[in-house]
Nanobody, 119 residues
Framework: QVQLVESGGGLVQAGGSLRLSCVAS????????MGWYRQAPGKQRDLVAT??????TNYADSVKDRFTISGDNIKKVYLQMNSLKPDDTAVYYC??????????????WGQGTQVTVSA
């Protein structure tokens, strides 16, 4: 099993910044990628940004040039969010895609952290 602990959400005014952190622990065998997804009320969960084990990054068009994903030994992943907009308001979930003790490829999710951007 893999456990994910997120931190860093909160309330910020439009134009402000927040930094999200996520730490993975447990019986990790290999990591394909880690990343962040978000879900606004009444909407589906959407990709925000991912970083592969090799360091390749991928961003949603809506956050390019504003958000930056980075990793620290890939078991820790950060999301620096600048120039925040009210449309960025959502619960942000950390995602881990990889293999744990039984070597099966799975997705694991954090508990979510609320980001609220006021106008």
């Amino acid at each position: 099993q893999v456990q994910l602990v997120e931190s860093g959400g909160g309330l910020v005014q439009a134009g402000g910044s927040l930094r999200l952190s996520c730490v993975a622990s447990g019986s990790i065998r290999s990591i394909d990628a880690m990343g962040w997804y978000r879900q606004a009320p009444g909407k589906q969960r959407d990709l925000v940004a991912t970083i592969s084990g090799g360091g390749n990054t991928n961003y949603a068009d809506s956050v390019k040039d504003r958000f930056t994903i980075s990793g620290d030994n890939i078991k820790k992943v950060y999301l620096q969010m600048n120039s925040l907009k009210p449309d960025d308001t959502a619960v942000y979930y950390c995602n881990f895609r990889g293999r744990s003790g039984d070597w099966k490829l799975r997705d694991y999710w954090g508990q979510g952290t609320q980001v609220t951007v006021s106008a």
